[in-house]
């Protein structure tokens, strides 16, 4: 059949890591040597799929049940994602899934498309913490929880906190760095989100915790910061900027500029690349809708141009693979459960997504970077890295 032979030889430019391609009976070998993994295709996927963009037609597959991966899905991608910079991608026929606009109401709405999935959901495999971002894993047998407890607790000792200090989160998610902020170092603490369901949530733990008096949360837009009447002495910001659009770097990190006290410490987590690029197809039109992942020179960039002093800077890349394999673990053990709420594609859709972003990062594509800086300068702050 031409389709299938078309298809079959689109695939022998992945031939890093040798596989198997099986459809109606038929076996082919990509690479040298002992396959790797194997690909099962109930279906042949045309040429014209394949070439406008590779991910959406692989990972769309998967999602319907016409791929099937045999044996364990992370080490097949691995083998399989390291190789993303022979993908295809029609960037002309794309832009209107790859650039989306980044006004705020589009914004909102492609958040909440995620986030707001339902807190249910998310408890199933995040850990006690609800912490969505990547974990510090201290010691080769620290969990999952206990790898959160130990980022958040080194971010808040990198921000130097004082008791009475001000500190804003944005983008605090379900708020576990702020309570831990205000339980250890009895800070005043305001988060920013744009989900809805993590804002009802954080304000839940909140009230359970007894600390009304110490943390606020807000639906807010950082946008509108500037207008707010606030200003802190620390600011943290743990796996949002993704979410700004490229075209919104610098007006983000303006915002923060904004409600600042001079000195104070700002501390940047997310997830970064080598070079400026759009993404991923199927991430956009699945997972993140409007992501945008920075690279770690543009931010260095951004910050600079406000005056902001770079005191340190860390790639955590590793840590992030082994959180989103925790994470993939959890989901698979409640599979079950999962089901009970979404339909088989949603579920193959996400575990895709896990294993995919745990490839990603073993594979190099992203990198997880933690910068620390200080508005201006700071010369009050201990000479040796206190944490």
Same mark, same amino acid.
């Given at each position: 059949?031409?389709?299938e032979?078309?298809?079959?030889?689109?695939?022998?430019?992945?031939?890093?890591?040798?596989?198997?391609?099986?459809?109606?009976?038929?076996?082919?070998?990509?690479?040298?040597?002992?396959?790797?993994?194997?690909?099962?295709?109930?279906?042949?996927?045309?040429?014209?799929?394949?070439?406008?963009?590779?991910?959406?037609?692989?990972?769309?597959?998967?999602?319907?049940?016409?791929?099937?991966?045999?044996?364990?899905?992370?080490?097949?991608?691995?083998?399989?994602?390291?190789?993303?910079?022979?993908?295809?991608?029609?960037?002309?026929?794309?832009?209107?899934?790859?650039?989306?606009?980044?006004?705020?109401?589009?914004?909102?709405?492609?958040?909440r498309?995620?986030?707001?999935?339902?807190?249910?959901?998310?408890? !199933?495999?995040?850990?006690?913490?609800?912490?969505?971002?990547?974990?510090?894993?201290?010691?080769?047998?620290?969990?999952?929880?206990?790898?959160?407890?130990?980022?958040?607790?080194?971010?808040?000792?990198?921000?130097?906190?004082?008791?009475?200090?001000?500190?804003?989160?944005?983008?605090?998610?379900?708020?576990?760095?702020?309570?831990?902020?205000?339980?250890?170092?009895?800070?005043?603490?305001?988060?920013?989100?744009?989900?809805?369901?993590?804002?009802?949530?954080?304000?839940?733990?909140?009230?359970?915790?007894? !600390?009304?008096?110490?943390?606020?949360?807000? !639906?807010?837009?950082?946008?509108?910061?500037?207008?707010?009447?606030?200003?802190?002495?620390r600011v943290?910001?743990?796996?949002?900027?993704e979410?700004?659009?490229?075209?919104?770097?610098?007006?983000?990190?303006?915002?923060?500029?904004?409600?600042?006290?001079?000195?104070?410490?700002?501390?940047?987590?997310?997830?970064?690349?080598?070079?400026?690029?759009?993404?991923?197809?199927?991430?956009?039109?699945?997972?993140?809708?409007?992501?945008?992942?920075?690279?770690?020179?543009?931010?260095?960039?951004?910050?600079?141009?406000?005056?902001?002093?770079?005191l340190?800077?860390?790639?955590?890349?590793?840590?992030?693979?082994?959180?989103?394999?925790?994470?993939?673990?959890?989901?698979?053990?409640?599979?079950d459960?999962?089901?009970?709420?979404?339909?088989d594609?949603?579920?193959?859709?996400?575990?895709?997504?896990?294993?995919?972003?745990?490839?990603?990062?073993?594979?190099?594509?992203?990198?997880?970077?933690?910068?620390?800086?200080?508005?201006?300068?700071?010369?009050?702050?201990?000479?040796?890295?206190?944490?």
């Open positions: 059949m031409l389709e032979k078309v298809m079959v030889d689109f695939l022998k430019k992945f031939d890093a890591h040798p596989f198997l391609v099986k459809i109606d009976g038929k076996e082919y070998l990509i690479g040298e040597g002992r396959p790797s993994f194997t690909v099962n295709f109930k279906k042949t996927i045309p040429l014209s799929k394949l070439a406008a963009s590779t991910s959406l037609a692989l990972g769309e597959a998967y999602m319907d049940g016409d791929l099937e991966i045999e044996g364990e899905l992370y080490q097949a991608l691995d083998y399989f994602l390291g190789q993303m910079g022979k993908f295809s991608t029609d960037r002309n026929a794309l832009k209107k899934l790859m650039f989306t606009s980044t006004a705020k109401r589009n914004q909102k709405k492609e958040v498309s995620h986030y707001d999935i339902g807190n249910d959901f998310y408890k !199933l495999w995040l850990d006690d913490t609800l912490s969505y971002s990547c974990g510090y894993f201290l010691h080769d047998d620290d969990t999952l929880y206990q790898a959160q407890v130990n980022k958040v607790h080194y971010i808040l000792e990198k921000l130097y906190l004082k008791e009475g200090m001000t500190l804003l989160d944005i983008g605090c998610g379900w708020g576990f760095l702020l309570i831990e902020a205000a339980k250890k170092y009895k800070i005043k603490g305001t988060g920013i989100t744009l989900s809805a369901e993590q804002y009802k949530e954080c304000n839940r733990r909140i009230c359970a915790e007894g !600390l009304e008096n110490y943390v606020t949360v807000e !639906l807010m837009d950082y946008r509108d910061l500037p207008d707010s009447g606030l200003s802190f002495d943290v910001s743990v796996g949002m900027v979410h700004v659009g490229r075209d919104n770097y610098q007006l983000f990190i303006d915002c923060v500029n904004k409600v600042m006290n001079p000195g104070g410490i700002f501390l940047l987590h997310f997830i970064s690349a080598l070079k400026e690029y759009p993404g991923d197809p199927w991430i956009k039109k699945y997972i993140f809708p409007g992501g945008m992942i920075p690279s770690l020179r543009e931010m260095l960039t951004c910050v600079s141009e406000d005056q902001f002093h770079t340190g800077i860390e790639n955590l890349r590793m840590h992030y693979n082994r959180t989103l394999l925790c994470w993939e673990k959890n989901f698979r053990e409640c599979i459960d999962v089901k009970k709420m979404f339909d594609r949603f579920v193959r859709m996400w575990d895709m997504y896990l294993s995919s972003c745990a490839a990603t990062f073993h594979n190099g594509i992203i990198d997880l970077h933690q910068i620390l800086m200080t508005k201006g300068i700071n010369n009050d702050l201990p000479m040796v890295k206190w944490y």
